[in-house]
């Protein structure tokens, strides 16, 4: 075995091994289990999302694949249609095309060549974590299989009557030209304006002060030309008189109603505000209340339409109004349109004010161009008949969240769940399943085939498909189920659906965890004909933060790469990474600078194994994760921890016997029976929080046993068996086949969270362990035995470990060195605390570096010492050579002060009525004898500080 402890010389080549071997298919004799992988997007790479992600889910699948169960980790990844489409448009602007020089076909076949040369980065990416995903089965939303069960399923909902076309406001992308998902707008702070403009009152008005106008405030003074009504507060005294009457819209001369609405804040600005059904969301809201039009003032690059744009726009408009846009800014782009309407106004008189303002203004996170509520012809989803079903399942526990407060965030988006949008106008994607003729009738179909023979259409009838393709969440929603095959009734699907486990952010509980629920609940049925669940549990986890709790982010310069922290990375290359493609050189200078002062030296290469124990050892369910290099460091230690002492158990058992034959005699030592019992409760707390999804508690209990227990304790007590010539061999038999038993078992229980290093070691280990298996990822998940736990010895070596620390501490206080060896004086000990030291003075001598020890049977015979306690036990080292004076009573007083903080606040619950009445009785019988043994505590220390001080 290597000297040190080199990640990147073992996990690479397992990785590569377990997947040759084929070890991450199904294949348990047990329970069918299975998770879904969120599929990544083909264009991505691995970020700290990602990396937290997928550690989870891997514990969780190598856990069951270790239980027996038949698990599956369905691998898969997501065609990312606008992500996908600007990276190859990109390709081709780099060439002077672009992707109507090339047509729909010949567009797509590049994006297929993309794909097939750079999509599979995120994959590579994947293997490197240790994700034991089932890469035979791999699948993409664009495949075969998956466009089928795409199709079917658009066709299935479109016969049911839960997918309509209609005209309806979208964010509009004005660069991608496609509509898109409110999870594809990214909200931005910034700078910008309020527009106070005047409306003119109709037919001699005057408002409640004498104003022959009403002041409107806004923040997009171009769509003033869609206005369809003013709006003012129901109960807002100031404009009750003039509900009913209209107002002349500036610059169009189009005659629109004052309206009321509770919409409209009577607190906020004038209390008037100005509605564009066509051009805001909220808007739109009112004017179906209203019955007022939907004006459209802007075309798909989001510039003022001209008269002829604006008829085509929608022929079943009544044109008139169109007769009324302004010439002047017909043609324009929204800004410079918003420049001529602000000085138009300003020229007649009818710019009120303007005020700075900071706004939220709503980005593509792909284009970054500010988005348009804009009224179009989309495909939709009509979700509340499915929402139903999808919340009593929630409701009745067939899906439970994890934590539990997720259910409130899920019934609150489901029981105001608005119909889905699923339409886009991209050519990358699955097209629309739908024909049209030239009346502009629609068919919808599998095929053209089925269209014209479902429909009785004449073979030479000219039909055209639908240009637009679906939104990438669809073909998502199906992710557990056409993964396994659907359509077809597929051993897979019988098999492994509905999945176990998903696990996900909290962010798209309702972009895809509800969707997921609702269309499988609709599509897929059991064999009674009840509709099927898509999985069992959602686990939902927070975002991955930085240090500070910031969003990691390319602007802030707070973004990690999991690669780079386990590979390791240069400082100038950090530097270079984290500046790329900032266009501000005052931000790159900026991020610069943090970069160096956080990382001066670069990210030092920690290996896998590091990362992912300490995003284990962070998911504490829901919260979001403040992610700290210096955990990584540490777990990086306990790695070498774990790889040292495996090389002290090997040389103490290689070329020995270590008790593995039936015929060999053993006998076990108390600190042989004690970490046997302490291995019997860590398999407990491990399997419970890996049971409950608590992976930081399961974590925890790893790293207590293996650091505290295993490798600073019970090695060291094996020292003294192993070498002592008095032992006997069944003695060191039995501390030999300890050593390397527990060292097995605890490789198996770690194997979940720490895959390689625990795999590297173990096959080194196996043979002197007695056990067999390829690969420690098929022997079996340890399992807790209570009858192994010794009570007695776990409180002997308690005593033992107190008595040690108490020594330890004398010298650490004391400043005497941990080679010399101490002569060590017990007074006022128990029977049992007699025994204690018969029996395990070998071990007290040899750890705690002692000369000798002696019972003391009065304090007559007490030298001056330092003072330590064990319990009632008082330990003393004699001071006559070794001590200073005033350093000890320094330390005594110290003890002296936090014993009487402790017997305070002992007192104060003794006194307090509301704790004696109201508590149990053992507890309140608990508290009154800790008291006592402070105070007994106290009153030994005070002596010993008088004896020092008469010195």
Known sequence: MEKTYQPQSIERQWYETWEKQGYFAPGGDGDPYCIVIPPPNVT????????????????????????????????????????????????????????????????????????????????????????????????????????????????????????????????????????????????????????????????????????????????????????????????????????????????????????????????????????????????????????????????????????????????????????????????????????????????????????????????????????????????????????????????????????????????????????????????WGHRIPAWYDDQGNVYVGRNEAEVRSKHNLAADLPLRQDEDVLDTWFSSGLWTFSTLGWPEQTDFLKKFHPTDLLVTGFDIIFFWVARMIMLTMHLVKDEQGQPQIPFKTVYVHGLVRDSYGQKMSKSKGNVLDPLDIIDGIDLESLVQKRTKGLMRPKDAAKIEKQTRKEFPEGIAAYGTDALRFTFCSLASTGRDIKFDMGRVEGYRNFCNKIWNATRYVLMQCEGEDCGQGAESEVELSLADRWIISRLQMAEQAVTEGLETYRLDMAAQALYEFIWNEYCDWYLELSKPVLWDEQASAAQKRGTRRTLIRVLETTLRLAHPLMPFITEEIWQKIKPLAGVSGETIMLVPYPKADESKIDHAAISDIEWLQAVILGVRNIRGEMNISPAKKLPLFFLNGSADDQRRLEENRPFLLKLAALEEVTWLDSEDQAPVSATALAGQLELLVPMAGLIDKDAELARLNKEVGKLQQDIGRTEGKLGNAGFVDKAPAEVVEKERARLAELKGSLGKLQEQVQRIASL
């Open 44 to 427: 991505g790479s691995l970020h700290m999302g990602h990396g937290f992600n997928n550690a989870v889910m891997d514990a969780m699948v190598r856990y069951h694949r270790m239980k027996g169960h038949d698990t599956l980790w369905q691998m898969g990844t997501d065609h990312a249609g606008i992500a996908t489409q600007m990276v190859v448009e990109r390709q081709l602007a780099a060439e002077g095309i672009s992707r109507h020089d090339l047509g729909r076909e010949a567009f797509l076949e590049k994006v297929w060549e993309w794909k097939a040369e750079s999509g599979g980065q995120i994959c590579d990416q994947l293997r490197r974590l240790g994700s034991s995903l089932d890469w035979s089965r791999e699948r993409f939303t664009m495949d075969e299989g998956l466009s089928r069960a795409v199709q079917e399923a658009f066709v299935r909902l479109h016969e049911d009557g839960l997918i309509y076309r209609g005209k309806r406001l979208v964010n509009w992308d004005p660069k991608m030209h496609t509509a898109i998902s409110d999870v594809e707008v990214e909200n931005h702070e910034e700078k910008g304006h309020f527009w106070h403009l005047r409306y003119p009152l109709a037919d001699g008005a005057k408002t409640a002060d004498g104003k022959d106008y009403l002041v409107v405030a806004t923040t997009r003074p171009e769509t003033m030309l869609g206005d369809s009504a003013v709006a003012v507060h129901p109960e807002d005294e100031r404009y009750s008189a003039l509900v009913g009457k209209f107002v002349d819209l500036p610059l169009v001369g189009r005659r629109i109603p004052i309206i009321a609405d509770d919409y409209v804040d009577p607190e906020f600005g004038t209390g008037c505000v100005k509605i564009t059904p066509a051009h805001d969301f909220n808007d739109y809201e009112v004017g179906k209340r209203h019955n007022l039009p939907l004006i459209n003032v802007l075309d798909q690059d989001a510039s003022v339409l001209t008269r002829t744009q604006a008829f085509a726009y929608d022929g079943s408009r009544n044109p008139d109004w169109e007769s009324d846009l302004p010439t002047d800014v017909a043609g324009q782009d929204r800004y410079d349109a918003r420049k001529q309407v602000v000085q138009a106004f300003t020229d007649l008189g009818l710019m009120d004010q303007i005020d700075d303002h900071a706004m939220t203004v709503p980005r593509g996170d792909r284009s970054g161009v500010v988005i348009e509520p804009w009224l179009t012809d989309q495909w939709y989803v009509s979700t509340k008949p499915l929402a139903e079903e999808a919340i009593a399942a929630v409701e009745d526990g067939r899906i439970q969240f994890v934590p539990k407060q997720y259910d409130n965030m899920y019934f609150s988006w489901m029981r105001d769940i608005q119909d889905w949008c699923i339409s886009r106008q991209l050519w």
